[in-house]
């Protein structure tokens, strides 16, 4: 049973990952979570899904760097000698890989395996409802960004700038983000959870 190597797992993300504002412990245990709650719905196998979904932020390049978009490559080398080194059994490694490379937005690798398509599922439902709220906006006050222009917050009458303005990556990203779920059972959540994030918009419109 893979859940009898968790506290291995879970041991190695926190001494290798680059914890940021929107990637840090608590991340992972609830894309974990999410992931497991995934697997059982959609009759996935889980020696492959847990280990990647603990395991998918295992390495990231700074912000700026260069190769930012091929970090979740990196991840899943470095997760398969790992793997190895705890003896896991490797008739699951290369699905592993797979579901930590197309686990990135950024790389835009399409999960070819229900276990690759629940690990991501998993990993973007974690940037919708209340924790994507939080997120959003922890990673744009990080960044010095304002919540909202002052004078159309909902680019009404403006392009849409989420560099600038914490509000306009609902827009850009995060309400896209639900239509690219793979699985059933993660389309259903997602809806659930830009549910929520429109009534926080038509709160926020009331106290603007």
């Known amino acids: 049973m893979p859940e009898k190597y968790e506290s291995k797992f879970e041991s190695y993300i926190r001494s290798e990952m680059v914890q940021d504002p929107a990637h840090?412990?608590?991340?992972?245990?609830?894309?974990v979570k999410t992931a497991k709650e995934l697997c059982d719905k959609e009759e996935a196998k889980l020696e492959v899904v847990l280990p990647a979904a603990y395991l998918h932020d295992c390495f990231t390049f700074p912000k700026n760097h260069p190769e930012r978009a091929s970090s979740s490559r990196v991840a899943a080398?470095?997760?398969?000698?790992?793997?190895?080194?705890?003896d896991y059994?490797?008739?699951?490694?290369?699905?592993?890989?797979?579901a930590i490379v197309a686990h990135s937005f950024s790389m835009g690798v399409k999960p070819n395996t229900v276990e690759a398509q629940i690990v991501q599922d998993a990993d973007r439902l974690d940037a919708l409802g209340a924790i994507g709220i939080s997120?959003?906006?922890?990673?744009?006050?990080s960044f010095g960004t304002s919540l909202y222009h002052s004078e159309d917050p909902y680019a009404e009458n403006r392009a849409l700038d989420?560099?600038?303005y914490a509000l306009d990556h609902f827009q850009v990203k995060l309400f896209k983000l639900a239509d690219q779920m793979n699985t059933a059972s993660a389309k259903r959540e997602?809806?659930?959870r830009v549910q929520f994030m429109e009534l926080?918009?038509?709160?926020l419109a009331t106290e603007m």
């Open 162 to 164: 989420d560099k600038t």
């Open 77 to 86: 080398e470095k997760a398969e000698e790992f793997l190895l080194s705890i």
């Open 135 to 141: 997120r959003c906006i922890q990673v744009s006050s």
């Open 190 to 192: 997602a809806k659930k």
């Open 200 to 203: 926080y918009i038509e709160q």
């Open 24 to 31: 840090d412990i608590n991340h992972v245990r609830r894309v």
């Open 89 to 98: 059994p490797k008739e699951y490694l290369e699905e592993i890989k797979h």
